[in-house]
């Protein structure tokens, strides 16, 4: 078409112009637009043309796009008139061409079916929801933009088209009816469960796709004994298939559930066995087949298939010479069984000999549903054999260094060998990563030496004998040792847990790519892993040198075009900012000529790369190499370094001294084309031969995707010539396809012609024919090119926040709006695919002029709305990510665009939170605050007698809209809140602003004093909150410094999106406690105390540490526990602890202080109370679903307590304090503050009075500023 592969507007994808021709046009109008290229006169018409498409294009791949269009007949309209002109056009100017004929005429037809897309779309929706809802909930049929575009990839990022429809079934008994109405339907049905996949094998490749969501399914069941056969009574477990697998693992201790993928804090058991994933585990107990002891499964016919197998040997199932399943096919109507069968299959059908995981082998002779990839039914369960856990567990650390990578290799097949002749040791665990993972995780080595290791091991050993295993772990460290390493042993729990933490953050190796990467795992015999370590290091030797000489070729060019540009017209040189230099032109001349001599010598190394080093000796002066040695080796070893900063780079800059200009030039020309380096870079599972090989690539870059596949062709290929398969655990999906061996896939395709004859689950994979070339993923660097645009829409920062996201799932576990129980999605993850989506219609509509949709912004706002801004996504976040900080971010956006959305709830809370005049506080919560929570609990009492508001939460009871919004707001009470606020009950209130109210016992005082920041919701709300901090440093004889009026540290503002707002709060604070320090200047501060953790949050901006200088700050509970102060045990109460989302406990946390102030135990109650603020109000629905998952948890750890006495939750936040009383009259356990717990077991029911009478009695000294 052109030098330029993008003509095509509004392209932020993978693609080039050609992939877009044909998916829309075909193969013939690409050649005919090939050939009317070289007879564009003008390049009119083609620019309508690429107009059209681009149209096209960026609305079939953005549901957020084409969903407005389809509710927007105005808009929609208006794209057709466009359209349709410019057609006119095209045609009109092609009257003389048949060329140009042929292809108007395709473009007429497929402007016809994609407006007729419009039309038909409306009534294939309607006609499919009234379908399903015969089978589930409407609630659990989604057509949404936010669901199907979260649902149209994996964790690879590739997609295809987004889905039809996306179901999610309450239970497992709705499933073989919405199978048998997919099939109705004439659609195609895709199960899904975390998400997690690497190989894009639940990636829709058609607009018809149903995809069924399994997350709900998340029941995990006790562990069971269980007669397995010839092993005789056995520990089991049973979970649904939208069990997340890291819970079920937790359910299972302290058995093992030895199922362990990386990605187990996110993927889930259907998917477990769709794909035979494995782990860590798999060196000894095998992958998911290994484990498994059942499972059932919904077939294409819509009924039930249960698979069991017989004597279960306990270990892996290659092992046995014949295995035996037995299969029961059941009515699902009628229950009635159809038909049973036995399944006998020799134990080599499961993976290829000699090698430890293999998942190519998809057929298994006719076993349904293991590794099948959801083409031939859809998991609902499986039940787990458990394996007893060894007395003894020591996790080695070894650090390879040098050179020779080789040695390294050997030491770990010697270590496996090793290990497995031992008796009474085991290896638990044996994963493997390289140099690039090193670097690309900040792996701190544990070694004293200065360089980076090169190779890292981490290994678990096993065994019931501590001697033996200690033997054993000293074992390893010797072996090491001989190939130049260092052993390091972990023994207690917390350091294993730390070496393993490094394991997990893998994913990072694409940080640089924008979280894109080419991610296969080949897995090769172990005696033959030293050859294919060599060959990956060949290959990033070769790309290396190919990638410098391109970046010596682009550096040419530049300076070829700055000689010439110099040589003719002076004015051209402008931009270049040379002074007068005679002798510069002579200067470029010798540059061109060193780039040239090392260009060629590059060349020749490239070229003798295999050859014995002898041929090349003349670029090898003063390095030793043997005598047959080849040139790769010595270079391998790193004997000769190939440095461009050496050999051009620095004599260039020296040549080029005082022309600033120039050397820039270089610089951004070596930059540009570094972008485009091929770096293969392992990690693995290498007690398996499991090599995880990952090539980060530029998915903007069409050359350097190119140069990855034809990598990864090389890749898979080495791995078959070693004895190897091309994939031990991740899948074929869409990613492997091409590689796979013909037979297996004929194999395969035979049985599922057998089992699904239409093809119904997962149409078009593990298919020979299947045509994958129209895959694309998009392009956050092809989003950033649009730079201008972003800026002047305020999308800058909001593309760089969420670009580097891996996809991985981590943050899916800490999520509050992640609740699929709930029909709750909203992980950082799914939301950051969103919002990537957004970004790009927004630059769309942007450029078209039409401007942007209402529809965009309200997108935007819901996903806004999904949060609670807690921040815990970030700790988990390999890259980093907090996505509160981007929810910020969006509210911000959309309050400066005019489109911020807030009920008159939220409105009224924000406003009584940044009050400072007493009048006005005092007036807004008598009226509005105390009036308003008692109309709230006469509400919840309407509701009960009514029958709206049940015991049965709202958020389970599928409700939508209004309803659903008026119910979860009432069905919880507010609590009452005392009569004024704690400076009022106190006698400290005042409008001068210059007067520093100072609590001090004067029996007591002296020179000590802290700083109390009570906040709004301590002083305000919960005036006892405030009251029992206030006591509680009264008794210990300090000065309590308050501020002189009411303060809001402004995160309420700043959360909700009002930047401007919460920075000029934080300004006017630190400006007030600097004049309150220079006022009290002769007091000794020794802490800034808080009781909120957001305050503690927000206060950690405000750089106390120069206000008051030596005086840290802490939460009013940790400072208690550092004076010292604790009550004896209290004999009758049971407690439970709730830890905030900003939890200000930040030194020895919520359970610690319990334990040290109160004198007992506490059981930790998880997840969020649902307030969040002001989200209960703001968000009632959002925030009831939250609040069911906390009713949950609070069931479970209640369930903990001994059951014999009063029982309270305990938590340390205020809002938190409201969200949990409001659970009272559902749980049963009354809610408190950790610190009003203590002033009452310290001073009795009557605390509050005494210490009020004690500090009116002369315990206030006021200050004036």
């Known amino acids: 078409m052109s030098e330029n592969i993008r003509e095509i507007p509004y392209n932020y994808t993978s693609y080039s112009d050609r992939e877009i021709v044909i998916r829309f046009l075909g193969e013939d109008a690409w050649d005919d637009l090939n050939v009317l290229r070289t007879q564009r006169r003008t390049g009119r018409s083609a620019r309508m043309l690429f107009e059209i498409l681009g149209d096209l294009w960026v609305v079939e791949r953005n549901v957020f796009l084409r969903n407005d269009l389809l509710n927007n007949q105005k808009r929609r309209q208006q794209m057709h008139q466009r359209h349709y002109d410019r057609l006119a056009r095209i045609t009109k100017g092609a009257s003389d061409n048949p060329r140009a004929q042929k292809v108007a005429a395709c473009t007429g037809r497929m402007l016809e079916d994609f407006y007729t897309w419009f039309d038909q779309e409306p009534v294939k929706r309607k006609k499919a929801r009234r379908a399903f809802a015969r089978h589930t909930h409407p609630n659990n049929v989604h057509f949404d933009a936010f669901t199907l575009t979260h649902h149209a990839?994996?964790?690879?990022?590739?997609?295809?088209?987004?889905?039809?429809?996306?179901?999610?079934?309450?239970?497992?008994?709705?499933?073989?009816?919405?199978?048998?109405?997919?099939?109705?339907?004439?659609?195609?049905?895709?199960?899904?469960?975390?998400?997690?996949?690497?190989?894009?094998?639940?990636?829709?490749?058609?607009?018809?796709?149903?995809?069924?969501n399994l997350e709900k399914l998340d029941f995990i069941g006790d562990v069971e004994t269980n007669d397995v056969g010839k092993m005789g009574k056995v520990a089991t477990i049973k979970a649904g298939a939208g069990a997340v697998t890291g819970k079920v693992m937790e359910a299972s201790l302290p058995n093992v559930f030895a199922t362990d993928p990386t990605s187990l804090w996110a993927c889930t058991i259907g998917g477990n066995v769709a794909s035979n994933a494995g782990g860590k585990h798999a060196v000894i107990w095998g992958t998911c087949v290994d484990n498994l002891l059942s499972w059932k499964m919904v077939t294409a016919e819509g009924n039930w298939l249960e698979v069991t197998r017989m004597n279960h040997n306990m270990g892996k199932v290659h092992t046995e010479k014949e295995v035996e399943f037995h299969l029961v096919h059941t009515d699902s109507i009628s229950g009635h069984r159809i038909s049973e069968e036995k399944l006998l299959l020799p134990g080599s059908v499961f993976r290829k000999e000699g090698l430890g995981k293999d998942v190519t082998r998809k057929a298994m002779g006719g076993l349904p549903g293991i590794q099948k990839e959801g083409t031939d039914g859809l998991i609902v369960e499986a039940t787990f054999v458990l394996h007893r856990p060894f007395a003894v567990t020591r996790t080695v650390c070894c650090e390879f260094f040098g050179q020779e990578l080789s040695d390294a290799t050997k030491a770990m097949v010697d270590i496996k060998h090793h290990v497995d002749g031992l008796p009474e040791a085991h290896l638990e665990g044996l994963e493997h990563f390289d140099e690039k993972y090193v670097k690309a995780i900040e792996y701190i080595s544990k070694s004293t030496r200065r360089e980076a290791p090169r190779v890292v091991l981490l290994i678990d050993v096993s065994g019931d004998d501590e001697a033996a295993v200690g033997s054993a772990c000293a074992d390893i460290c010797r072996i090491t040792s001989k190939g130049n390493g260092e052993g390091f042993v972990a023994i207690t729990p917390a350091d294993r847990k730390r070496f393993w933490g490094d394991r997990g953050r893998m994913a990072a190796i694409a940080r640089h790519t924008r979280a894109f990467k080419l991610n296969e795992d080949v897995v090769i015999p172990l005696d033959r892993l030293s050859e294919y370590n060599d060959y990956v290091e060949h290959l990033n030797i070769e790309n290396s040198i190919t990638n410098k000489k391109e970046a010596l070729e682009s550096i040419a060019a530049y300076l070829h075009n700055a000689r010439d540009r110099i040589s003719g017209n002076r004015l051209e040189t402008s931009d270049l900012d040379l002074d007068?230099?005679?002798?510069?032109?002579?200067?470029?001349?010798?540059?061109?000529?060193?780039?040239?001599?090392?260009?060629?010598?590059?060349?020749?190394?490239?070229?003798?790369?295999?050859?014995?080093?002898?041929?090349?000796?003349?670029?090898?002066?003063?390095?030793?190499?043997?005598?047959?040695?080849?040139?790769?080796?010595?270079?391998?070893?790193?004997?000769?370094?190939?440095?461009?900063?050496?050999?051009?780079?620095?004599?260039?800059?020296?040549?080029?001294?005082?022309?600033?200009?120039?050397?820039?030039?270089?610089?951004?020309?070596?930059?540009?084309?570094?972008?485009?380096?091929?770096?293969?870079?392992?990690?693995?599972?290498?007690?398996?031969?499991?090599?995880?090989?990952?090539?980060?690539?530029?998915?903007?870059?069409?050359?350097?995707?190119?140069?990855?596949?034809?990598?990864?062709?090389?890749?898979?290929?080495?791995?078959?010539?070693?004895?190897?398969?091309?994939?031990?655990?991740?899948?074929?999906?869409?990613?492997?396809?091409?590689?796979?061996?013909?037979?297996?896939?004929?194999?395969?395709?035979?049985?599922?012609?057998?089992?699904?004859?239409?093809?119904?689950?997962?149409?078009?994979?593990?298919?020979?024919?299947?045509?994958?070339?129209?895959?694309?993923?998009?392009?956050?660097?092809?989003?950033?090119?649009?730079?201008?645009?972003?800026?002047?829409?305020?999308?800058?920062?909001?593309?760089?926040?969420?670009?580097?996201?891996?996809?991985?799932?981590?943050?899916?576990?800490?999520?509050?709006?992640?609740?699929?129980?709930?029909?709750?999605?909203?992980?950082?993850?799914?939301?950051?695919?969103?919002?990537?989506?957004?970004?790009?219609?927004?630059?769309?509509?942007?450029?078209?002029?039409?401007?942007?949709?209402?529809?965009?912004?309200?997108?935007?706002?819901?996903?806004?709305?999904?949060?609670?801004?807690?921040?815990?996504?970030?700790?988990?976040?390999?890259?980093?990510?907090?996505?509160?900080?981007?929810?910020?971010?969006?509210?911000?956006?959309?309050?400066?665009?005019?489109?911020?959305?807030?009920?008159?709830?939220?409105?009224?809370?924000?406003?009584?939170?940044?009050?400072?005049?007493?009048?006005?506080?005092?007036?807004?919560?008598?009226?509005?605050?105390?009036?308003?929570?008692?109309?709230?609990?006469?509400?919840?009492?309407?509701?009960?007698?009514?029958?709206?508001?049940?015991?049965?939460?709202?958020?389970?009871?599928?409700?939508?809209?209004?309803?659903?919004?008026?119910?979860?707001?009432?069905?919880?009470?507010?609590?009452?809140?005392?009569?004024?606020?704690?400076?009022?009950?106190?006698?400290?209130?005042?409008?001068?602003?210059?007067?520093?109210?100072?609590?001090?016992?004067?029996?007591?005082?002296?020179?000590?004093?802290?700083?109390?920041?009570?906040?709004?919701?301590?002083?305000?709300?919960?005036?006892?909150?405030?009251?029992?901090?206030?006591?509680?440093?009264?008794?210990?004889?300090?000065?309590?410094?308050?501020?002189?009026?009411?303060?809001?540290?402004?995160?309420?503002?700043?959360?909700?999106?009002?930047?401007?707002?919460?920075?000029?709060?934080?300004?006017?604070?630190?400006?007030?406690?600097?004049?309150?320090?220079?006022?009290?200047?002769?007091?000794?501060?020794?802490?800034?105390?808080?009781?909120?953790?957001?305050?503690?949050?927000?206060?950690?901006?405000?750089?106390?540490?120069?206000?008051?200088?030596?005086?840290?700050?802490?939460?009013?509970?940790?400072?208690?526990?550092?004076?010292?102060?604790?009550?004896?045990?209290?004999?009758?109460?049971?407690?439970?602890?709730?830890?905030?989302?900003?939890?200000?406990?930040?030194?020895?946390?919520?359970?610690?202080?319990?334990?040290?102030?109160?004198?007992?135990?506490?059981?930790?109650?998880?997840?969020?109370?649902?307030?969040?603020?002001?989200?209960?109000?703001?968000?009632?629905?959002?925030?009831?679903?939250?609040?069911?998952?906390?009713?949950?948890?609070?069931?479970?750890?209640?369930?903990?307590?001994?059951?014999?006495?009063?029982?309270?939750?305990?938590?340390?936040?205020?809002?938190?304090?409201?969200?949990?009383?409001?659970?009272?009259?559902?749980?049963?356990?009354?809610?408190?503050?950790?610190?009003?717990?203590?002033?009452?077991?310290?001073?009795?029911?009557?605390?509050?009075?005494?210490?009020?009478?004690?500090?009116?009695?002369?315990?206030?000294?006021?200050?004036?500023?």
């Not at 429809?165 to 109405?181: H, K, N």
């Not at 309420?1052 to 300004?1067: L, V």
């Open 580 to 1265: 007068d230099d005679p002798y510069l032109t002579e200067k470029l001349d010798g540059c061109l000529k060193l780039i040239a001599t090392t260009r060629e010598n590059w060349c020749r190394l490239l070229k003798k790369l295999d050859e014995p080093a002898k041929e090349v000796a003349h670029l090898l002066e003063g390095i030793e190499y043997k005598r047959n040695e080849s040139l790769f080796r010595v270079i391998q070893r790193g004997a000769k370094r190939i440095s461009y900063r050496n050999e051009v780079e620095g004599p260039l800059c020296d040549m080029l001294r005082g022309h600033e200009s120039l050397t820039e030039g270089v610089k951004k020309a070596h930059k540009q084309a570094l972008s485009g380096r091929i770096v293969v870079a392992t990690h693995m599972h290498a007690g398996d031969g499991n090599v995880h090989t990952n090539i980060p690539v530029n998915s903007n870059d069409y050359p350097m995707m190119k140069k990855a596949h034809r990598v990864v062709e090389k890749v898979m290929a080495k791995a078959v010539e070693l004895g190897g398969v091309i994939s031990g655990e991740h899948g074929i999906g869409i990613t492997k396809l091409e590689y796979m061996d013909r037979e297996l896939l004929k194999e395969t395709a035979d049985y599922l012609k057998r089992v699904d004859p239409d093809h119904l689950f997962n149409r078009g994979k593990l298919m020979p024919d299947t045509d994958l070339q129209l895959s694309y993923t998009p392009s956050f660097n092809l989003l950033k090119m649009e730079s201008m645009i972003l800026e002047a829409a305020d999308l800058t920062e909001l593309s760089d926040e969420i670009s580097p996201c891996l996809r991985c799932g981590k943050c899916k576990p800490v999520c509050n709006t992640h609740f699929p129980r709930a029909n709750m999605l909203y992980s950082p993850r799914n939301k950051i695919q969103a919002t990537g989506a957004m970004i790009e219609a927004f630059l769309y509509e942007s450029q078209t002029g039409s401007g942007i949709s209402f529809e965009q912004f309200s997108g935007m706002q819901d996903l806004a709305d999904h949060c609670t801004i807690c921040h815990k996504c970030e700790t988990p976040c390999p890259v980093n990510i907090d996505f509160g900080h981007v929810t910020e971010n969006m509210r911000a956006l959309l309050k400066s665009k005019g489109q911020a959305k807030m009920n008159l709830g939220s409105k009224l809370s924000l406003m009584f939170l940044t009050l400072q005049n007493p009048n006005a506080v005092r007036f807004m919560r008598e009226t509005v605050i105390r009036w308003g929570y008692s109309g709230h609990r006469m509400l919840n009492r309407l509701g009960r007698m009514s029958g709206l508001v049940r015991n049965t939460p709202a958020a389970s009871r599928n409700l939508e809209g209004v309803q659903a919004q008026v119910i979860n707001f009432i069905e919880r009470p507010l609590p009452a809140l005392k009569a004024g606020t704690a400076r009022q009950r106190l006698g400290i209130e005042s409008s001068d602003k210059n007067m520093i109210p100072v609590l001090r016992d004067p029996n007591k005082a002296n020179g000590r004093a802290v700083f109390y920041f009570p906040g709004c919701g301590s002083e305000r709300l919960f005036s006892e909150v405030g009251l029992a901090t206030q006591a509680m440093l009264f008794d210990l004889g300090v000065n309590v410094v308050l501020p002189p009026s009411y303060l809001c540290c402004g995160y309420p503002s700043t959360a909700s999106g009002d930047h401007e707002q919460g920075d000029k709060i934080s300004y006017d604070n630190r400006v007030q406690f600097h004049r309150i320090r220079n006022a009290l200047s002769y007091l000794d501060f020794e802490a800034v105390i808080v009781s909120c953790g957001t305050c503690y949050d927000q206060l950690t901006k405000y750089e106390l540490e120069q206000v008051f200088p030596g005086a840290p700050l802490i939460d009013i509970h940790e400072y208690l526990m550092e004076q010292g102060v604790k009550t004896e045990r209290v004999s009758g109460a049971e407690y439970m602890y709730h830890v905030p989302c900003h939890s200000p406990l930040k030194r020895h946390g919520s359970k610690a202080a319990i334990e040290s102030l109160l004198g007992q135990d506490a059981v930790k109650s998880e997840e969020c109370c649902g307030e969040a603020g002001t989200m209960a109000v703001a968000h009632p629905a959002i925030a009831g679903k939250i609040r069911t998952r906390k009713e949950e948890q609070m069931e479970l750890a209640r369930a903990q307590l001994p059951g014999k006495g009063e029982q309270k939750v305990l938590t340390s936040c205020p809002s938190c304090l409201q969200g949990l009383s409001r659970l009272e009259g559902q749980s049963g356990v009354q809610a408190d503050y950790i610190v009003i717990e203590l002033a009452r077991h310290l001073h009795g029911e009557e605390w509050q009075k005494q210490f009020i009478k004690k500090v009116k009695s002369g315990g206030i000294d006021r200050v004036l500023m």
């Open 153 to 212: 990839t994996d964790a690879t990022d590739w997609r295809h088209h987004a889905p039809f429809c996306v179901l999610t079934p309450d239970s497992a008994d709705e499933i073989p009816g919405l199978i048998r109405a997919v099939a109705e339907l004439e659609l195609v049905v895709i199960p899904r469960g975390g998400g997690t996949g690497l190989c894009g094998g639940s990636v829709p490749l058609s607009n018809n796709a149903v995809m069924i």
